[in-house]
């Protein structure tokens, strides 16, 4: 809209801001005690609200935990005799519990050990153990012939040997400080301690400057004795526990790295191994503190700085380069299966409108937590909708409910299906409802912006199984406590209308929503439950039963709160009149992404200012240590000034069709079923507005331009990723570009959400 | 003058704030090319200019070098035999160097250790070894039969068994801590770790707290093996690297505890031990990592919160009271000699007028670092001056230097000196220029803010050694860097006419200071120069010469960087017409006093009622972990509001007067020697005004109203310390009183300054 003069566009943006944050939103907190759920009349919604009622009587924690008992009782990773016999007794239940249900089996690459040595042979000669230790208390741990190894899936083969160089969470900071202190990795093997960011990008930015190897191991500090009592003890990681994980490039596509974009089903064109850009270059291996301790004792050289040190016993210092180190990997390079569980549930008056519901089951070894702590509150989610059926509840939609295989590798079983069933999902998914893990403690939700509000309406219902208040005032408590430090706070100093709703979380990556949400522009959401107990068993042979029994959810008391809140999500979703999206919540948080980019171009052009000025000043020089011989920092990149205006009409425009279409939908009671039909078909595909048929910059399978796993972070979501990652990199012109692209693709869907609004509002 | 209507004063502040913050400020930071000094006449000024860099040519780094060889070439605690060899050796090069000289004696109480014994009794048995093992590497550490065993002076004798419990740094903090996990330390043994807080707090607190007995060790985590590399490989601590020190309560008075407020000269009368406030009520030792390790490992219980945990590697605990330990301290309460050389060069003009500059030189061992490094580059500066006189100088008024025995166990011998001359130093001191140990790196200061001014002058005219820029050039890049991150910052955003100021500190306790401004009122200064070495000797058997030759200032380079700053100030002091003092900087940091007390009562208020509302809506109790038996935060203390419009009156008033003196003073180039002599003493004499006959509130001895140790941080300062410490600790009635007596005194400095203005403006 770059005609309009600035006063105009000011005033236009005040108003319709104002609409937005006041009135109609405050009409709706103000909910009578007889409350009508958005999206329903109100006979509809009490209707609703019975049945939600009934359907959460249902789930009970007892069963959720021998769900997880069954299924975690034994190794059971992609291919594994255990992950088919679970998942053709998931089929079995599902049929039991009146659905239909079968496996959908797709072939991909698996990559498992063949040989694993690494080796110091400067200053002195030693070969790493890699053995997790079985534990004599823990049964499960010691069925070990049956058990992966640890290592990291799609590293390279590689047969390597160079002078091993401290590279702390191995983060694009971390190659900074190297440089400033004179050190290079080239020819190198790295040791990176997992944290900082994704696992991923450690090997993968060592390979870019040019390491010839990466080792990750878990330092103490993070999850072993620096935060409490290890295993048998307590709950943290022993020194011989390994992270297993995926070093798949996810943030450039996720699924089997031979088939980016489609799906891998007998006779689809595969990429040979050297051409998939998402296996990684250089070998990579994971190991635990017990073998890293005397790899890092014998490192030499400078000291590190303060937030590189862990927590074993002895100073941390670089590599000098006298510390050799020998490691060499190879894999069996096979084809395996991953087997989804895919069960329907079809819906009685819009049966071609889907609402997905998904948890992974594999695990990495037993994956008692991660992830049969969903998979198992899921099982239970599904059986009560079975059992309600029976009562003689109907969904107006399609249920969708699955088991994922393959999503620890790179997140292969959801991404397989949704590029195989990709133009159907486009066509008719109005919702995916993704969970993982879930343990003790407080709610967790993330998602399209156009949902928080119902996930706020959903999380008012449900009950907190250890404070019996509602999952939603425990959340708010949570948060209270834990933002303000010692004094707390809570919704209280929250916008009027507001009080009602704690902002949930943009998606990133590092579940099964990735494939729907990034690549497929379904509407997406994930939710969860944590934050009181902190463990030490993540990707290790220790995510047991026997872990979960002694120091996790110990009655899986969380596997019922997690069916209990994503079962009323998805009937509140599957039961309404109209889909109760609520896109003013997306308009708002959309003008909260521009001023935050804003805010991140003063940020940095005040940055390199002053950074400038220092460097005139002669500061560094005159500051650094003689002594030392590091090097003074240089300029930072200085953004020019960008023209948000015309990205803010698009989402004022929004924020406009948004309050126009609420009102629509509350005055919605006398549309026919047709059109109600009609309407809901139109409203599902709504998201698919903010794809960008391109892509991301260099990486073509992410398409949806709100919201992205970043480059630099992995599963740490970018928000507006386009222009807020040209930004920080310092590609300006590729952020005026991107800006296009968004301002075009909120214009479009403010325009499509008024033509949707007219039609509901026209007889 | 609270009879003044609200707008009168707002205006009146309003206007003098304006005067105190641009005009005359802006003034003098525009200082032409030939720079005229404060407080001289522009010929006086030229040839002080002349004289100062005629000084500063003297300073030699190597003599200082030597020095240091030969003050810290063996143990030298009080008492001992090394120790009067230094007193005389010091004498004579005073008295060689053209000064008069002797050594003035204090008899003192000081225990020295008789039993030393710790032992865990359960769950196993076995002693701690108490010993600084020496290094091969070091052949001063190998002289053990002279050195004291770590210890902490003044303990209490005991023989006590109980259970050991771990309190962090054994804060108030951290016993609220114990107390929310239901712990007490009622009848146990305290470990603490070294930090957080001053040493002699927490046997303290331990005992305020119920406890038997106190272990104070050094964790590896703080000036050990993770910060740097131990020695004799790097300079941090290693694990028999023990920290001695006092525990003598010092915030409540300094020195002799058995002679507070008196001299402990012959026939002084003493207070019989067990009467003594500053000594502690139970038994307490410090010890290193390598005898707390086992202690520690043994703890059970609950697990620390994150901010407790050290560098050991284990997990830590609370201890449940399984863990018994059994100590048995017992001491020689002996008297012993604190040997004082004081050494004096007369004043040709103004005699009775006193320049006081002082330097410890005891060491707990070899005490190379702290405190020869400071007192070797003290007497480079007395042999330069000594020098300067040969050549023609002479100071207008007198120079007092000395070297103090027994700082360490308690400010010994620089409290019973001010105390024994406390009425000829409350005539005649004009300023007390004290330093400690001088480390590589950035200069800092910290003292009575009429001399902010002089300071950074003086600093704009010392060359740093290491980048040849001036010291205050380098202290500006220094604080640019370090508080500004990677960006980066500097004087460039200071308010006009302060661009050439970098803000000194207040002055606390923890060196020979104390007595001086605390006590006796005497406007003093701290100078030191650090932030590039950081070792983990500090008063271990490790701080020797080797130590310092081979990890910290290797050529005792800022040994001379101190003479060549501290005589500088020195001699601006001593030559100047008028004496240099500048007001303006002590009313405008007043005025920020205030301004931190009143936000100080907005944010407890603000905390307060947050932690209330979090309270009644249940926060903390749905947000606790069931499992977990934390008891929920109770209210916090809720400060009234203050009245702050006296003291802000008094401060405006002083602000008026110190423009109007910095005017006299510039415009006083005709006024007789006689007059200037009279003015002189009467300023020396200005920040007696300060002094509160009954002492602060529970501690009678430390009578400064603006600046003192805090109550519950020791060494470190709290400023307008009555009101502070009375709203931080919930006493508001208190509060109000203090506020009387503070601004009564900035009142009566406010008409003390007008009246000598007034004196120097009419002939």
């Known amino acids: ?205 060592a390979y870019e400057h040019g390491a010839i190897g990466c080792i990750i191991y878990s330092d103490p500090a993070d999850d072993g004795y620096g935060q409490n009592d290890v295993l048998p003890k307590g709950p943290m990681r022993p020194a011989a526990g390994v992270q297993r994980g995926s070093v798949s490039d996810t943030p450039l596509y996720a699924g089997d790295p031979l088939t980016p974009g489609i799906g891998s089903v007998p006779g689809a064109k595969r990429l040979a191994i050297k051409d998939a850009q998402a296996i990684m270059k250089i070998p990579v291996l994971p190991i635990g503190y017990g073998d890293a301790q005397p790899l890092l004792a014998a490192l030499d050289g400078a000291t590190v700085p303060a937030s590189w040190r862990g927590g074993l016993p002895f100073t941390y210092h670089f590599g000098s380069g006298s510390t050799k180190v020998h490691m060499n990997l190879q894999f069996n390079w096979d084809t395996k299966p991953v087997l989804d569980v895919i069960a329907t549930m079809k819906g009685s008056t819009e049966p071609d409108t889907w609402i997905v519901r998904g948890n992974h089951y594999d695990g990495w070894v037993n994956g008692a937590d991660d992830p049969i702590s969903g998979q198992s509150g899921l099982l239970e989610e599904a059986r009560a909708l079975g059992a309600l059926a029976r009562q003689g509840w109907r969904p107006k939609r399609t249920l969708i409910y699955t088991a994922w295989d393959g999503e620890e590798p790179g997140l292969l079983g959801s991404t397989e299906w949704a590029e195989t069933h990709a133009a159907e999902l486009n066509e008719h998914a109005a919702l995916y409802v993704n969970s993982d893990e879930s343990n003790r403690g407080f709610f967790n939700a993330s998602g399209s912006y156009q949902v928080e509000r119902v996930i706020n309406d959903v999380a008012h219902d449900v009950t907190d199984p250890e404070t019996h208040g509602t999952i939603w005032a425990r959340q708010e408590a949570g948060r209270a406590v834990r933002e303000n430090g010692r004094a707390g706070g809570g919704r209280a100093g929250a916008a009027a209308g507001e ?76 039961d309404a009149d109209i889909l109760p999206y609520d896109f003013r919540n997306l308009a708002k948080t959309l003008n909260g992404y521009s001023g935050e980019l804003k805010a991140l171009v003063k940020q940095m052009q005040h940055d390199a200012s002053v950074r400038q000025h220092n460097i005139d000043s002669g500061f560094y020089r005159l500051a650094a240590d003689p002594q030392k011989k590091a090097s003074l920092p240089g300029p930072l990149p200085n953004p020019p000034d960008l023209d948000f205006s015309a990205l803010d009409d698009a989402i004022t425009s929004l924020g406009a069709s948004a309050v126009e279409f609420k009102s629509a939908q509350d005055g919605s009671g006398s549309v026919s079923a047709a059109k109600a039909g009609k309407v809901n078909g139109e409203l599902a595909r709504a998201e698919r507005k903010f794809l960008s048929p391109a892509g991301l910059p260099r990486r073509p399978w992410v398409q949806h331009i709100l919201y992205a796993p970043g480059w630099y972070t992995g599963y740490g979501v970018k928000t507006m990723p386009g222009i807020r990652e040209a930004i920080e990199d310092g590609r300006f012109d590729e952020a005026r570009e991107q800006m296009a692209i968004v301002t075009a693709a909120v214009l479009s869907e403010a325009s499509y959400l008024a033509s949707i609004s007219h039609e509901l509002s026209t007889n």
Do not use: C
Not at 22 to 50: M, W
Not at 164 to 192: C, H, P, Q
Not at 549 to 567: I, N, R, V
């Open 499 to 574: 009080k009602d709703i704690i902002p949930i979380g943009a998606l990133g990556s590092g579940s099964d929503f990735a494939a729907f949400i990034d690549h497929l522009g379904i509407t997406s959401v994930n939710l969860g439950f944590g934050g009181e107990d902190r463990g030490g068993t993540y990707h290790s042979a220790y995510d047991t039963p026997w872990y979960i029994e002694h120091f996790g959810d110990k009655e899986s008391l969380y596997g019922k709160a997690l069916a209990d809140t994503a079962g009323t999500l998805v009937m509140r979703f599957a």
């Open 1 to 205: 809209m770059p005609s309009l003069n600035v006063e105009d566009r000011i005033l236009r943006q005040f108003v319709a801001l104002s609409l937005l944050l006041s009135f109609p939103i405050q009409g709706l907190a103000q909910q009578p005690a007889a409350k009508t759920l958005s999206g329903y009349t109100s006979a509809d919604s009490a209707a609703e609200l019975d049945w939600e009622q009934r359907f959460r009587a249902i789930p009970e924690a007892s069963r959720a935990h021998e769900n997880m008992r069954f299924l975690a009782a034994h190794p059971h990773n992609v291919g594994s005799e255990a992950q088919r016999k679970n998942a053709e007794w998931m089929v079995a239940k599902y049929k039991e519990w009146g659905w239909d249900a079968h496996i959908e089996q797709f072939d991909v690459l698996y990559p498992t050990p063949k040989t694993q040595m690494v080796e110091m042979i400067s200053p002195t000669r030693f070969k790493l153990k890699l053995e997790e230790t079985p534990l004599a208390e823990d049964p499960y741990t010691h069925e070990i012939k049956t058990q992966l190894p640890g290592y990291n899936i799609y590293s390279a083969d590689g047969d390597v040997t160079g002078p091993l160089i401290y590279a702390n969470y191995g983060m694009l900071d971390d190659y900074a400080e190297l440089e400033r202190n004179g050190i290079s990795v080239k020819g190198a093997i790295v040791i990176t301690r997992y944290g900082g960011g994704w696992r991923g990008l450690k090997p993968k930015l």
